[in-house]
């Protein structure tokens, strides 16, 4: 029995020695590894073979550039799953992820790519406006986070190999105020956009910078009007009120009673403390101030104030010609807390002869739960000030018109060319808000160009463009129009062709009129050089009366275009007006649509 158990346990150590011996064995035998060869194709962005492309694998060696037919072989590559990257300079780079289900059975993969141009770049300076613009090292420009660079000792940053598109490009630097800024494919020229900046440490006004304000939208006109109610129809009415295609800051709303400015106060916001130097919420825009309009008058009531609790508000003004550019406030605060409209008038004599900054804003007066709203009807300017639902005052240039020299003299040059009537979004009397900020940017005429309705509203949401329109009267007259807008422009070689898109509705004529007001009131009405309408003619005092049912969205070449010659005012600084007017008794509204206005 001894014997037995010692040949059983003999032979048992024996085979777990063995089994010990092949897992050793095992162990030390290297890991068998299958290597393949990937190849392709490499074309442009016009499907032509791109040469000289870098093809590389991630985290190896193996690398190899592209034939002149575009084509490339990577040899010796391990089948796993792991990445190509292609390159060249002034192209986009493409990285491809490759696994192993990608090479067949000869060990081979295909990966064929498109490499996009992208010789395009971004460049500009970036100054220091607390320091006499001088050149800012060290600023940190990007567009997303592979995408940055750092301006050198002259300011100059450059971000290279970029597709023509649209981006969205950040300045920031320690102690500085942060700034974005768009970049559209427009902007590029010749695949160059340029963005030239300035920064500095401090805010003059709250969440805006200097180089904000430096491009600040431009207030060309002297009567902005905000609201929904038909105070004093149609000069106040929902469909002539602009204010809410102003630029704001902080809490803002469209109202029935005006374009209100609020204090903000979230949850979050509560905890902000009271300020009394800089607003809480505010409009703001540049101002060419003249001895014409250095008077800035509001039309203002109150929300959620009353004369124990009034809301408080003001007026300040930036000048960025000044060595040391500060904010200041014209005369002092303001209190109100009333329902009842209120007309406050503020002096800007010291800026005649600037363009300035002026800013309209409400004051946060106590921490935590603080709830004010200063409702805007009117912003005006003149050399007096105004009081009620009065139009402008002044020497009108012809009687009726409500256009007076000083608006003439003291509106701003425009110095964009071409401008639409179409509105992205539409609306009415109680959804217009989107459609009225759907405006901005875009250079719609009801924003560039300023509405004077004198007898009738328009249609601003028409689907063919804005619209304008006589009443169903018996009221002709050929001197006066229902309405009209009016816009300054430099005319000049290059400037001096208008054409005009349009056209009408029905059986009935539309009457209108071109005129061009000199500064020095000197007022002539033009005739078009050419038409492409159904039927146009002369009529009485330079009207032109048309039929022209043709154009819409779909259709921009079915439109009318009529062509004005306006090289006689070369040189001239002029105010061009279009206006409709009843030519015919009892004819219904006739209309006119603003589809486009174009100046070469």
Sequence with gaps: MKRINFLRLFVFVSLLGTVLMLANSCKDDPVLEEFGKITGLVTDDFDSPLADVTVSIDGTEVSVTTGTDGTYVLNDVQIKTQTVTFTKEGFQTVSVTVSERMFNEDKQAEVNVTLINA?????????????????LQGVLVKINESQSVETGEDGVYVLEYLTIDDYTVTFSKENYTTITKSVTRNDFVDGVATVDVQMSTR???????????NHAPKWYYNEYRGGRNSAEY??????CDYMATMTFWGAWEEQNEGTTLQIRNNNEDRDNPADLEMFDSYVYGKKKITDDNKILSLRVRTHNAD???PAYFGVQVVDLTEAEINAVKIDQNKTLGSPDYTDFDFDLSAYVGKEIIIAVGIYRAETGDYWKQLVLRAIRFADQKVEGWNWLPGNEVIDGWKLTEEMVRSTMVNTNTTFTGV??????????FDGYRSWVGINHVAVEWSFVPLRK??????SQGFLIKTRNTADVDYEIPEAYFYAKFAIAAGTNEMTFKTRNFGENYTYFKITVVKEDGSVTHVLPKSNTADEAAESENSCLKFKHGDGGIDNPEGYADFVYDLSQFNGNDVVIAIGVYNGEANTGENKLVFYNIDFK
């Design 119 to 135: 010789n395009a770049h971004i460049t500009g300076r970036v100054t220091d406006a607390e320091s006499g613009d001088a050149p």
């Design 203 to 213: 805010q003059l006004l709250r969440g805006l910078s200097i180089d904000d304000l």
């Design 234 to 239: 149609p000069h106040w009415d929902w469909a």
């Design 307 to 309: 004369e124990d609790a």
């Design 423 to 432: 509105s992205p979004v539409g609306g009415n009397r109680d959804s217009y």
């Design 457 to 462: 509203d328009p249609e601003v949401f028409a």
